[in-house]
């Protein structure tokens, strides 16, 4: 059981009311005409030509942030939100850098900074069993919460009923090993801008492929190393003894100068 | 007896200018955050704090690892006499890559987190490990010397005893984190440019860690040679310059072939500024010096093994900037501020200052060094024009270094042309579903309920549009913060007598001070009155 968000690209009207509702739930400076995601801005709606586009964070089933943050301040909650825990984050900017939908934003300006991003008002609203600010106030239902699996059973069927009114994919099922946030649009994902995130795969894989090698690594460089240098130094000595045995008695090997 | 105060040389009033600037620009980075003291922003988090100061700090010193290994693991008895300066320098460079990172984590107090807080998936937690601990093994190593220089006869005994070992455990935990400095770029597939971006950066890293560690030692006892006369044989120094080659090789093969297997090949000879800082890190950083030390005259020459020894500094420089920075495909453009180069120069100087201090002080370098025939004695055949060469391309390298890091950032995520695109769909068209008419809160005056109806305040609009009232004055959550209105706050130009100005300019909207007469344009009629 985990939730989700669809937002409906055709049914977006651009009004703004997920992004305010956003910065009054998280008590967010609301100053006008953000054009972009910041830290003080975790979701708004974007007029890329003709289409409103809401950005947000995608909340992925297997986050890469959560994946490279070295002290977990980072998690990926059972109920779905990708949340934050910033009295253990060291200010790295690793989930910054590694975000491949270019989510977390810094507080910057401040002098102990923290990151910023959705948290899909886990503790406010989700963990108590109610919807996201956002989704609330949502006057077109353009963008709604509910069951992973229920909203993408819904947006199959959206997809059937309404052949000539999407185009025919459900982006974030698949994308970047799975979001929690999908999107359904009448024009192609790439045309929008949207990241063609390596569809198959998860990024933490990437890293863990190499990683899970460590064990092996340490242990056979170590074992290898003592043996070398237990051969290395057993054949010194014993050079040492004989050239020691030689200069006793140095008529019988003749043969070996030194 | 006196107090010997320290001579002023040149250096060292360069040295003492650079701390000076550097202390400015750590007060302004402590005290007013990262935003007013770095060019660093969202798109641009890690800057020359992180490609710099430790991506090629914890390279060049990689030598420590090398030499320990050479000298107590395999029993090459000739190398000893690098040993100690080698594993000083590492110790030096690691410990001032931490200051470097307690500059550039946003809340460096708490940087032992990565060792109670653990999160065995990320490479940062393994470096963050591994980096503590080696730092911990370098001190081990380095600490005969402290105990030789005090005559501390039992510690010295315990650390002998256990040398060994200790040695074992610095080669795997340089490997490991030398090689994960690149891992820490294998999780951006869609960031990095596709001349760098590779499952084998570890490797990569790895291999260029050795040479370039190598290389500083060259490079190092030369300058010791210079400021205090203490000199390293000859042959010492071209046994490693052959090392170099080797590895550089190596590299080189592995470099090209994993680019051809991944089809970038043809990235090299588009004329991009990546291809250039391509070719400045693989052609002038790599190749050229690969070259010119297969040419005996050269490599058995002083100066044109220290040329070259730097060629392939510069060349690591690059190469590790080239991923860091150069590289990341972005959409913002980043250039160091002048505090981020401020600090990253003055922590580097740090490194001389310390170094030599240690050097006057503790037998670091093997005694009978010090009364060595001069340089100039050794050098019978100096080869001027390729001096000249040599000292051409390493103008050109840092040049590169310059232009690597004032790099104009490609189109990573182009928005694409509007025209392209044809909306089927109008959502305008969809049945909107306002939110129910809401009542306000009657003051005590109050003629009658005024009671609010989204859907027919936006029949007045062109499009349904929510920030207007929503912005600061109605709360949309939590509808609570909705006072009783009065008169007074409206005609103060607050809530709705904020567009119902009366003007009837802007909006065309009705007035709503008490004065206009229209009460029944807000308020419900009382019944039957």
């Known amino acids: ?258 | 007896m006196k107090l010997k105060l320290p001579q002023l040389t040149f250096w060292r009033v360069v040295a003492g200018i650079i701390y000076v600037i550097g202390l400015y620009a750590t007060f302004l980075r402590f005290g007013k955050g990262l935003g007013a003291s770095t060019n660093l922003s969202d798109e641009f988090p890690w800057g020359i704090w992180i490609g710099f100061d430790v991506m090629v700090g914890v390279g060049l010193a990689a030598g420590g690892f090398i030499i320990a290994a050479t000298v107590h693991i395999f029993n090459l008895e000739q190398y000893k006499a690098i040993a100690r300066p080698t594993i000083l320098t590492a110790f030096l460079g690691y410990s001032l890559v931490i200051v470097a990172l307690l500059f550039d984590l946003g809340r460096p107090y708490r940087i032992w987190h990565p060792l109670i807080m653990w999160n065995p998936h990320s490479v940062m937690f393994e470096v963050a490990w591994c980096v503590t601990l080696y730092t911990m093994v370098l001190a081990l190593e380095f600490s005969p010397i402290f105990f030789e220089r005090f005559n501390l006869k039992v510690p010295l005994k315990w650390v002998r005893a256990i040398y060994l070992p200790v040695v074992i455990l610095g080669v795997i935990l340089s490997t490991l984190h030398q090689s994960s400095l690149g891992t820490l770029y294998v999780i951006v597939p869609d960031k990095l440019h596709g001349l760098w971006y590779s499952p084998f950066l570890p490797v990569f890293f790895f291999i260029t860690a050795i040479a370039a560690g190598l290389a500083m030692t060259i490079f190092e006892s030369f300058l010791s040679y210079r400021a205090f006369g203490k000199r390293i044989e000859l042959d010492i120094l071209v046994g490693i310059s052959r090392v170099i080659v080797v590895v550089l090789s190596v590299f080189l093969v592995l470099k090209l072939q994993d680019l051809s297997h991944r089809g970038n090949l043809p990235l090299m000879f588009e004329f991009t500024q990546e291809s250039v800082l391509f070719w400045g890190e693989l052609g002038l950083g790599t190749m050229l010096p690969v070259g010119l030390l297969l040419i005996p005259k050269i490599r058995e020459n002083e100066r044109g093994l220290f040329f070259c020894a730097l060629l392939v500094l510069l060349g690591f420089i690059l190469g590790r900037l080239n991923v860091s920075i150069t590289g990341m495909l972005n959409t913002e453009t980043y250039f160091p501020k002048w505090t981020e180069i401020a600090i990253t120069t003055a922590i580097v100087t740090l490194g001389f200052t310390i170094f030599s201090i240690v050097v006057k002080n503790f037998p670091v370098f093997p005694l009978e060094d010090l009364e060595t025939m001069p340089l100039s004695a050794h050098e019978k055949n100096p080869v001027f024009s390729v001096r000249l060469v040599l000292g051409m391309w390493g103008l050109l390298l840092i040049a590169m270094i310059a232009l690597a890091l004032a790099k104009k950032n490609e189109l990573n995520h182009q928005v694409p042309q509007a025209a392209l695109l044809n909306r089927t769909v109008n959502p305008l068209e969809q049945k909107l579903e306002y939110p129910p008419p809401f009542e306000f809160p009657p003051g005590k005056d109050s003629p009658g309920l005024v009671i609010f109806d989204h859907e027919k305040h936006n029949e007045y609009q062109e499009r349904p549009d929510c920030k207007p009232c929503h912005v600061d004055m109605f709360g949309l959550v939590i509808i609570t913060n909705v006072p009783a209105i009065t008169h007074e706050m409206l005609d103060k130009g607050e809530l709705c007598g904020k567009c119902h100005t009366g003007s009837g300019n802007e909006n065309e909207s009705f007035g709503v001070t008490k004065e206009a007469d229209n009460c029944d344009s807000c308020h419900e009629e009382e019944n039957g009155e």
């Open chain 1, 1 to 258: 059981m985990s939730y989700a968000i669809l937002t409906d690209l055709t049914r977006c009207i651009g009004c703004q009311a997920c992004a305010l509702a956003c910065k009054e739930i998280n008590e967010l400076p609301k100053e006008d005409g953000a054009l972009k995601l910041s830290a003080t801005t975790w979701t708004m709606v974007e007029k890329r030509h003709d289409v409103f586009i809401r950005h947000q964070c995608f909340h992925c089933l297997e986050p890469t942030c959560v994946s490279v943050c070295p002290v977990t301040a980072l998690e990926k909650t059972q109920e779905g939100p990708v949340i934050y825990h910033e009295d253990r984050c060291i200010g790295c900017r690793y989930c910054i850098m590694a975000c491949p939908f270019e989510i977390p934003k810094y507080e910057w300006d401040s002098v102990l900074p923290r990151v910023q991003k959705c948290i899909m008002c886990y503790q406010k609203r989700v963990s108590l069993g109610e919807q996201p600010a956002c989704t609330s106030v949502c006057p077109t239902g353009a963008t709604v919460f509910g069951q992973r699996d229920q909203l993408i059973a819904q947006a199959q069927q959206r997809l059937q009923n309404h052949p000539n009114r999407y185009v025919n994919h459900i982006y974030g099922v698949h994308e970047a090993g799975g979001t929690s946030v999908l999107y359904l649009s009448d024009i192609p994902f790439d045309q929008l801008g949207f990241k063609h995130a390596r569809s198959d795969e998860a990024y933490p894989k990437l890293t863990w492929n190499i990683l899970s090698q460590i064990p092996s690594v340490a242990g056979v460089g170590g074992v290898m190393m003592f043996g070398l240098w237990w051969i290395i130094n057993r054949r010194i000595t014993l050079e040492q003894e004989q050239k020691k045995n030689n200069s006793k008695s140095p008529d019988s090997n003749q043969k070996k100068t030194p």
